[in-house]
């Protein structure tokens, strides 16, 4: 409740609109100490509000200055602090530890305080400190979207290109964003490096441009700027490291609520200490973890450091640079001491070089990096040993035996509880499943080959024209009952210049029970989803089962009068169950996308109507690569990830409806609307049948069984109404 009324008692504070001159804004002064970034921001949220443009960019980029510049400030204190104590080095026992330990916490912190008065003016590093509402604000990147009106209203067309390009990167399902990006790439004058992200550290922009000239086998290019990258990733966790001794990063939203609700004891002055060093250890642990995330992703890049060193000295050997190969994949040894094929490019440079590689060594920037590492890591799992703490160790890398015995069983299961969307894909053999296609009357009219990609198929056959005359109608019957469901009831979750209509399995089942569509639709509808499902996995996935696990019948209408010159499409190019980036080609499989989706499949209805073609592309959305156009009892079926990404074009006049099926591996996301539908379509005769079968069946040693309950159990809320909010796009 109180994050809700905090932008409320932001918006009551704002000017009314038309003020010429916003009141109590921060007079801004060049060389001045940094101001508070939340005051500045709140000040440029007034200014925004008044339309007071050039005062409201200039407070915004201030905040977003001073925000940003927190952690290398931080980390110039940290620096300047390490070079005037010293911590000693001496062994010294328990009893006299504990004191000096103590007295080297106050000097450090007097140091601190000295430093940062110093640096940033009266008041400090305090005065930098920022609420947890506003430090999401910054992470959502929210700045950037005032930021983009802002600009667009003092006709800085490309600066605003790039700012709401900045907020699209980090809220990739904002649709309202997704349109003005759409307009401003359609303006004259930008160019696609107007589009461009301007929160990206420059260490990725080196990573990006260094992988890319690698793609062109411009070796010699690529390796000044895949060095720039590793040099740039070392500085920024250096900053990142410095920054978790401050109060507001050290604390997870776990702690905070523990510390406000009390339950967080107090067991002393020693354990306090102890409890706040661990903090701050856990913390330069994670900015690993910070580091390797792209700006606006939620995981990281896997094994990124060990990543880079990989491609470092394979660039090397390409060109002769034996010596620097050497030291590279000496530095991968460092992370994984039993990598094969580290060990193979060792043993063969080695051989080349001869007596000049005998004294080479490992990286001394990541030598460094590891040693500090292990060291903190051996402390966090003593804690964890010892105080009963938690550590969640971000590196795959970490030796076994650094770990303590008691704590690896625990470990061991964790690690072996993987994501079943993580698991490697399995070697498919190969299946009869042209048998299962002549079963069902369907024929295979182009397979992956003849559309120019890989895992898509288009299948014919599976439907009549009478059974899709019959779902045509179950689809109008429910819309003009007013039923929209599959969706939080936008009048399209694509474009404003169509009309969408959707309707679940349960949907329509509880529709024909309630006699408002007729039944034989409803049904209908169940079987063909499972006639999907069947024929998908025959042809992909005839090893593994595939599941069920989102039926969606749609349809889209074209709105008269709003037609001429459209620009849009029916649905954006995007893959099924990752976040499409088409800057870099990358997919993120994370939320909101439906990472556990396998499959995709679009059974068409009809096509009498225009445009609304689907058609697949290359990850740059842009290229496309093939186009089917929709019939009835055709089915587009393909997988779900990144090889596939498509869009439908604009439907300009008619209604186009389609099933819509996701498919997926794992049984726990599978479908329970489908069989709760199957239920309410049950007869009352053949339920009497079957309760009379399983009373046959029942031992007779156990004279009064509980009946089995034959409705699933479905979740509610609190207040008793059942959960069920769902949107597909």
Known sequence: MLRLLRPLLLLLLLPPPGSSDPPGLTPLSPGAPPQAPDLLYA???????????????????????????????????????????????????????????????????????????????????????????????????????????????????????????????????????????????????????????????????????????????????????????????????????????????????????????????????????????????????????????????????????????????????????????????????????????AKQALTQYQAQLGEQGLGLGAREDIQSFILRSLGEKRQLYYAMEHLGTSFKDPDPWTPTGLIPEALRAKLREDQEKRPWDQE???????????????????????????????????????????????????????????????????????????????????????????????????KLLLEVSERVRTLTQAYFSPERPLHLSFTHLVCRSAIEGEQEQRMDLSHPVHADNCILDPDSGECWREPPAYTYRDYSGLLYLNDDFQGGDLFFTQPNALTVTAQVRPRCGRLVAFSSGVENPHGVWAVTRGRRCALALWHTWAPEHREQEWAEAKELLREPEQEEEEEEEEEEETPSKDPAPEPPSRKPQRSHDKAGKALRVREEL
């Open 43 to 341: 000040d440029g949220l007034r200014a925004y509000a008044a339309g007071a443009w050039a005062p409201a960019v200039a407070l915004l980029r201030e905040a977003l200055r001073s925000r940003g510049g927190a952690g290398p400030r931080a980390a110039g204190l940290r620096g300047e602090l390490r070079g005037r104590a010293r911590s000693p080095r001496a062994r010294l026992s328990s009893r006299t530890l504990a004191p000096l330990l103590l007295r080297a916490v106050f000097r450090r912190a007097e140091c601190l305080e000295q430093c940062a008065t110093r640096t940033l003016g009266p008041g400090g590093a305090a005065r930098l400190r920022v609420g947890r509402a506003v430090r999401d604000a910054f992470r959502r990147r929210e700045p950037y979207n005032y930021l983009q009106r802002a600009y667009y209203q003092l006709k800085k067309r490309e600066l605003a290109a790039a700012a709401a390009h900045t907020f699209f990167v980090a809220n990739p399902m904002h649709l309202q964003m997704r349109e003005d990006i759409a307009k401003y790439r359609r303006m004259p004058g930008l160019r696609p490096q107007s589009f461009r992200d301007l929160e990206t550290p420059p260490y990725w922009a080196d990573y990006d441009t260094g992988l890319e000239l690698l793609g062109r086998q411009e070796v010699t290019l690529a390796l000044p700027r895949l060095e720039e990258a590793l040099q740039g990733c070392l500085a920024q966790l250096e900053s990142c490291r410095a920054a978790c001794e401050g109060p507001e990063e050290q604390e997870t939203e776990e702690e905070e609520e523990k510390e406000e609700e009390g339950t967080e004891s107090q067991a002393g002055l020693y354990l306090a200490i102890a409890g706040q060093w661990i903090r701050v250890l856990q913390c330069r642990q994670r900015c690993v973890m910070d580091i390797a995330t792209r700006p606006g992703r939620s995981f990281p890049v896997p094994d990124f450091f060990p990543g880079q060193l990989r491609r470092l000295h394979e660039a090397y050997a390409q060109v002769g640079n034996l010596s620097q190969a050497v030291e590279n994949v000496l530095s991968i040894l460092l992370f994984y001491p039993e990598d094969d094929a």
């Open 424 to 522: 490697p894909p399995q070697q498919k053999p190969l299946t009869y499943w042209k048998d299962v296609l002549l079963l069902e009357g369907v024929t295979l009219t182009q397979d992956a080959r003849q559309l120019n990609g890989s895992e898509r198929a288009v299948l014919d056959g599976l439907l009549t024209p009478a059974e899709c005359g019959v779902l045509l109608q179950l689809a109008k019957d429910a819309a003009g009952a007013g039923a929209r469901s599959g969706y939080r009831g936008r009048r399209s979750p694509h474009t404003p210049h169509e009309h969408f209509e959707g309707l679940t399995v349960l949907k329509a089942a509880q529709l024909a029970r309630a006699g408002t569509v007729g039944s034989q639709g409803a």
